[in-house]
């Protein structure tokens, strides 16, 4: 009997009829003979709303109260996704995220895994029931506190699950039929992929494309976890997230490009007017590391001669703005810069594929469509495999648009759907 490991979004058990709809899909799978554990999310934009409510009761809420706050909406949506299958004559029975056995890291809010014993769950299993595990939450080793492990983080728990229970598969639902080669909420004309490596899914997915969470990627190619990605929506295939391309197809030629990318949850800081000299870009990224603060892209100007002042940029999720401006301006004292800039207006593009390596025209095509979109690059970064841009955030759909069609990606068939969900 093979082991399947499921996980539906948000948008997939939005309402009522969702869920029900969800549970006569699980029910079906159990049917076909397998043994299923589920991996839900909260009920559509509840966690948006959990933290809209936090915000207006404390301005900058964190740590662990806002942890408990926000693993509520995964307990709501597990307990009556167990009625909705119990009701139509299958045993379930829901877990949180602790009694799955997922324990992490005592930093709240974006806790790491660290080991999985789902010892409750093999249990539920073995005596025939569909086990649902609340996405998203674990509880920490040394103080055995909630967490959650960020945003998007139920792909996180589906994926360490299948890791831990050694599934055949782990199956992302969500309200798009797979991964495409863009956005299908900004390019209408997107293409699915049948397959995609993990290597090209971790650069879409930290670049920007939340159909699949960085960590989720991260962990599924570690324990070589194949990954399919499909609409809870529709029967249709949907992306094989995976080393190899699925058995039985043809090899198939590496794509130069797998896709194009954005985020616009992403702030700037500017530190202007930072003394040149050796020590003081240290001082200031120890500040932010301290404030146990991840940041993305960073650039140092090339210092004025008069002044020997230069400014430097980074860009840092919005949401960890506040915490970071605190820090910089705590190191003011040691480095002696100006002043600080805070820029939210601002929108990241990416364009990612391993042939990048060896195709020498691709950063001029890149730009030279920025250009004729009229788009303004602010940063630029590159790895071997990506090349990014910051510029303002009104100008990202159209960048996208152009960067999707100038590397030939656009579809001449069947406009992508998308289902459901927000896009919040
Ligand atoms: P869920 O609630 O199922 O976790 P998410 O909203 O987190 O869903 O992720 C699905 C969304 O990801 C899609 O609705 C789509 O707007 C977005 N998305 C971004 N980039 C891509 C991409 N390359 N392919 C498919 N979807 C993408
Ligand atoms: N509910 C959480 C969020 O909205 C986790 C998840 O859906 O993966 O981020
Ligand atoms: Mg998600």
Redesign the pocket.
């Known amino acids: 009997m093979a082991l399947v490991v499921q996980k539906?979004?948000?948008?997939?058990v939005a309402d009522a009829e969702g869920i029900k709809r969800v549970a006569r899909r699980i029910v079906d799978t159990k049917k076909s003979g397998n043994q299923v554990v589920v991996v839900v999310?909260a009920m559509g934009d509840t966690t948006d709303e959990l933290i809209d409510l936090a915000e207006q009761v404390a301005p900058i809420p964190s740590g662990r109260e806002f942890d408990m706050l926000l693993t509520a909406g995964e307990r709501i949506s597990m307990a009556l996704l167990a009625m909705a299958i119990k009701s139509l004559g299958h045993a379930a029975q829901s877990f949180t995220g602790s009694q799955a056995g997922v324990i992490t890291d005592s930093v709240h809010n974006k806790a790491r895994i660290i080991d999985v014993t789902p010892g409750r769950i093999r249990t539920a299993l073995d005596e025939g029931n569909i086990a649902i595990v609340a996405g998203f939450q674990g509880v920490s080793q040394d103080k055995k506190d909630i967490t959650t492990l960020g945003r998007?983080g139920?792909?996180t728990t589906a994926v360490a699950l299948a890791a831990a229970l050694d599934a055949s598969v782990c199956e992302i639902?969500?309200?798009?039929d797979?991964?495409?080669?863009?956005?299908?909420?900004v390019v209408k004309k997107?293409r699915k992929m049948e397959w995609i490596a993990f290597e090209d899914m971790l650069e879409?997915a930290s670049s920007?494309?939340?159909?699949l969470l960085h960590r989720c990627v991260e962990y599924a190619r570690r324990y070589n976890i194949p990954i399919h990605v499909r609409s809870s929506f529709s029967g249709l295939p949907g992306t094989w997230v995976s080393n190899e391309p699925p058995q039985g197809d043809k090899p198939m030629e590496q794509a130069i490009i797998s896709?194009v990318?954005h985020d616009t949850s992403e702030a700037k800081i500017t530190v202007v007017g930072v003394p040149d000299k050796p020590g003081e870009a240290a001082t200031i990224f120890r500040a932010i590391a301290d404030a146990e603060i991840n940041i993305d892209m960073v650039v140092q100007n090339v210092s004025a001669a008069a002044t020997g002042l230069t400014d430097i940029s980074f860009t840092l999720p919005k949401t960890e703005g506040h915490k970071a401006m605190e820090a910089l301006t705590r190191a003011q004292s040691v480095v002696a810069f100006d002043s600080l800039r805070y820029d939210d207006q601002i929108g990241k593009i990416s364009l990612v594929g391993a042939g990048m390596k060896t195709n020498p025209g691709v950063t001029a095509t890149f730009f030279e469509a920025l250009s004729n979109a009229g788009v303004n690059i602010e940063l630029i970064s590159t790895s071997e495999i990506r090349i990014s841009v910051v510029t303002r955030v009104n100008d990202v759909n159209s960048a996208v648009q152009a960067v999707h069609s100038a590397f030939g990606l656009d579809s001449d068939s069947d406009e992508a759907v998308?289902y459901g969900?927000t896009?919040r």
């Open positions: 539906y979004g948000g948008s997939s999310s998007g139920s792909d639902y969500t309200d798009v797979g991964v495409f080669t863009a956005d299908p909420r997107a879409l920007g494309s939340k159909v896709g990318s998308v969900g896009g």
